[in-house]
T-cell receptor, first 111, second 112 residues
Framework: DAKTTQPPSMDCAEGRAANLPCNHSTISGNEYVYWYRQIHSQGPQYIIHGLKNNETNEMASLIITEDRKSSTLILPHATLRDTAVYYCIVSIIQGAQKLVFGQGTRLTINP | DAGVTQSPTHLIKTRGQQVTLRCSPKSGHDTVSWYQQALGQGPQFIFQYYEEEERQRGNFPDRFSGHQFPNYSSELNVNALLLGDSALYLC???????????FGQGTRLTVV
């Protein structure tokens, strides 16, 4: 079973910041938070990951609470191409890493 | 770099038949994982191969088997197909010690 809880769907206006929440209250000390997204009919795409510090890359920012029980993925300026299902996953970082996907959040960017 | 490539893209099989799906990992990647994604669901982990050995397995029956070749490419075999095996089968490759997995576009299997 997935160790994360996400809202099933969200809407965001184009050009605005999209903030996607995730709860992972049972996360272990050696587990990272990963975010992937899946655009319709494509394979999942890696977005970002983090342990306990906030992370930023060219795609998004990841904010992890101090107790590590929840996180937020931020798409700073959402475009129509960001419409996808977003998956929050907790996993070890190396070795026999397997990704346990939940239902994800279906994010719709509206013009 | 071609990324992760899977073949075929679509496949139709009859119940009871056997199927083989193929995956070429991203250049330099040594680890291949397979996932099954039913319609409307998130991908489910089937198994992972590293150094030509199955390293970890999800909750799938023995009808699902795999292989990894010396060039790191991989095959997924499913025997005695059931209607419920109809799904998108995704292959993901990664490099041992690194963090992100790269997924292929998947093979859409339909069992009739």
């Amino acid at each position: 079973d997935a160790k994360t809880t996400q809202p099933p769907s969200m809407d965001c206006a184009e050009g605005r910041a999209a903030n996607l929440p995730c709860n992972h209250s049972t996360i272990s000390g050696n587990e990272y938070v990963y975010w992937y997204r899946q655009i319709h009919s494509q394979g999942p795409q890696y977005i970002i990951h983090g342990l306990k510090n906030n992370e930023t890359n060219e795609m998004a920012s990841l904010i992890i609470t101090e107790d590590r029980k929840s996180s937020t993925l931020i798409l700073p300026h959402a475009t129509l191409r960001d419409t996808a299902v977003y998956y929050c996953i907790v996993s070890i970082i190396q070795g026999a890493q397997k990704l346990v996907f939940g239902q994800g959040t279906r994010l719709t960017i509206n013009p | 770099d071609a990324g992760v490539t899977q073949s075929p893209t679509h496949l139709i099989k009859t119940r009871g038949q056997q199927v083989t799906l193929r995956c070429s990992p991203k250049s330099g990647h040594d680890t291949v994982s397979w996932y099954q994604q039913a319609l409307g669901q998130g991908p489910q982990f089937i198994f992972q191969y590293y150094e030509e050995e199955e390293r970890q397995r999800g909750n799938f029956p023995d009808r699902f088997s795999g292989h990894q070749f010396p060039n790191y490419s991989s095959e997924l075999n499913v025997n005695a197909l059931l209607l419920g095996d109809s799904a998108l089968y995704l292959c993901a490759s990664s490099l041992e010690g690194f963090t992100e997995a790269f997924f292929g576009q998947g093979t859409r299997l339909t069992v009739v």
